[in-house]
C-alpha cells in the first residue's frame, strides 16, 4: 500500500533556509502536496506539485521532485518564527482511490 | 469565500456516550471528507461524502458513521465513545470527487476528549 514517510522534527535559526523531506511509495502519484498546521489549527494547503514537474516556485517556498526516488522537498527561503508549525506531505494516487495519503509531519521549530 | 466551518471546537465526552460533529464545506464545494488526527496514528481517512452518498471509507469500526446533506454539509457521529477515540477530527472540502488533484481545503478541526 502507499506510505509517505517524513523526519519528526527539524530546527533552524531564524534567517536560514530550512528543507523539509519527504519520500513516498506509490509510483502511480500524480499529485504531491505540502500542508501546514499551526497549533490548535486545521491542515492549510501550503502548495502542491503535479508528478509531470521537477520543481515549483511560490514566494519563500519552493518545492523540489525526484520521481525517479520518490523524493519530494520544500524549502523556506529566510525562515521566520511564524513557519514553525508541522508539515505534512501527501501524495494523491491517479488510479483506485484517489484519497490522499498524509505523512506524519515535520515539526519545524524556528529558534532566533 | 468562508473556509470550511467545524462545530463545535472542543467538547468533552464521557465513555459510553455518543458524539455528532458537523461540517459545512466551501461554498460550491460537494465532496466532504473527515479525518482522525491523533498523536501516536497521524492523520487517518475516515470516510468521503459526495452527493449524499458514501464514496470511500477507511478502516474505522462501525461505530463511526457519516451522513452529508442536500446541501453539502455533514456530520459524523462517533457512538459508544471509548478513550482512544479522543482526537482532533479535521474535516476537508473539495469541489468534486473520484480524480486525483482534486485539491482538498481543511477546517480548523474538532477537538474530542474522552474522559
Known amino acids: 500500500g502507499e506510505d509517505v514517510e517524513q523526519s519528526l522534527f527539524l530546527s533552524v535559526r531564524e534567517g536560514d533556509s530550512s528543507v523539509i523531506n519527504c519520500t513516498y511509495t506509490?509510483?502511480?502519484?500524480?499529485?504531491l502536496y505540502w500542508y501546514k498546521q499551526e497549533p490548535g489549527a486545521g491542515l492549510q494547503l501550503l502548495t502542491y506539485?503535479?508528478?509531470?514537474?521537477d520543481m515549483k516556485q511560490d514566494q519563500r517556498l519552493t518545492v523540489l521532485l525526484n520521481k525517479k526516488d520518490k523524493h519530494l522537498s520544500l524549502r523556506i527561503a529566510d525562515t521566520q518564527t511564524g513557519d514553525s508549525a508541522i508539515y505534512f506531505c501527501a501524495e494523491s494516487p491517479s488510479g483506485g482511490s484517489y484519497i490522499p495519503t498524509f505523512g506524519r509531519g515535520t515539526s519545524l521549530i524556528v529558534h532566533p | 469565500k468562508a473556509g470550511v466551518t467545524q462545530t463545535p471546537r472542543y467538547l468533552i465526552k464521557t465513555r459510553g456516550q455518543q458524539v455528532t460533529l458537523s461540517c459545512s464545506p466551501i461554498?460550491?464545494?460537494?465532496?466532504v471528507s473527515w479525518y482522525q488526527q491523533t498523536p501516536g496514528q497521524g492523520l487517518q481517512f475516515l470516510f468521503e461524502y459526495f452527493s449524499e452518498t458514501q464514496r470511500n471509507k477507511g478502516n474505522f469500526p462501525g461505530r463511526f458513521s457519516g451522513r452529508q446533506f442536500s446541501n453539502s454539509r455533514s456530520e459524523m457521529n462517533v457512538s459508544t465513545l471509548e478513550l482512544g477515540d479522543s482526537a482532533l477530527y479535521l474535516c476537508a472540502s473539495s469541489l468534486s470527487s473520484g480524480f486525483s488533484g482534486n485539491t482538498i481545503y481543511f477546517g480548523e478541526g474538532s477537538w474530542l476528549t474522552v474522559v
Open positions: 506509490d509510483s502511480s502519484s500524480t499529485y
Open positions: 506539485i503535479f508528478s509531470n514537474m
Open positions: 461554498s460550491g464545494h460537494r465532496s
